[in-house]
């Protein structure tokens, strides 16, 4: 069998679910590079967007500078990176809140209870109607150890001060 050891990266899923809402705002920030970067600087591996009605459609399995192979390494042959996929709609996200890791969520009660029923960290993006404008109001982190730093980093891509 050989002395050499595989190493099994396991698992941490990011799922970020905006309901049957448009909620582009939400969807484009965690699509940037530098929120997919900090993902996986904290060790999570996979981001996978429930975008529901918005049209922004998010950049598929990319990170850094280049597309991330089957190994889940970037082309630069580092082990930095972050699988990312989407979809619209699902008769049920309940697969998908027990898979993962850390919840990001539009501010919908359903979301937020299963969420925190199954104990999982959560970040809640509230949004508030102005004249047929979406805007971001506020994040509302929890967390059994510390989201802080993530919600920070959503908050100043939104434009909001760190306080």
Not at 57 to 76: C, F, H, T
Not at 102 to 129: D, M, N, W, Y
Request: with cysteine; charged share 25%; hydrophobic share 40%.
């Amino acid at each position: 069998m050989g002395d050499s050891e595989v190493t099994v990266k396991s698992k941490k899923t990011v799922f970020v679910t905006v309901g049957t809402t448009c909620f582009d705002a939400l969807v484009k920030v965690v699509d940037t590079q530098e929120v997919k970067e900090e993902l996986s600087r904290r060790g999570y591996n996979e981001l996978l967007i429930q975008m529901g009605r918005g049209s922004y459609i998010p950049q598929s399995n990319v990170i850094g500078e280049g597309m991330i192979n089957l190994m889940g390494r970037d082309s630069k042959g580092g082990d930095e990176s972050i699988a990312v996929d989407y979809f619209t709609f699902s008769s049920s996200i309940a697969d998908h809140l027990r898979a993962a890791s850390l919840v990001i969520s539009h501010a919908g009660s359903g979301s937020i209870f299963e969420t925190l029923r199954l104990g999982k960290p959560l970040i809640v993006v509230t949004l508030k109607q102005i004249i047929s404008d979406v805007k971001v109001e506020s994040l509302i982190p929890y967390h059994p150890g510390d989201a802080t730093p993530v919600a920070k980093l959503i908050n100043r891509f939104l434009g909001f001060s760190e306080d």
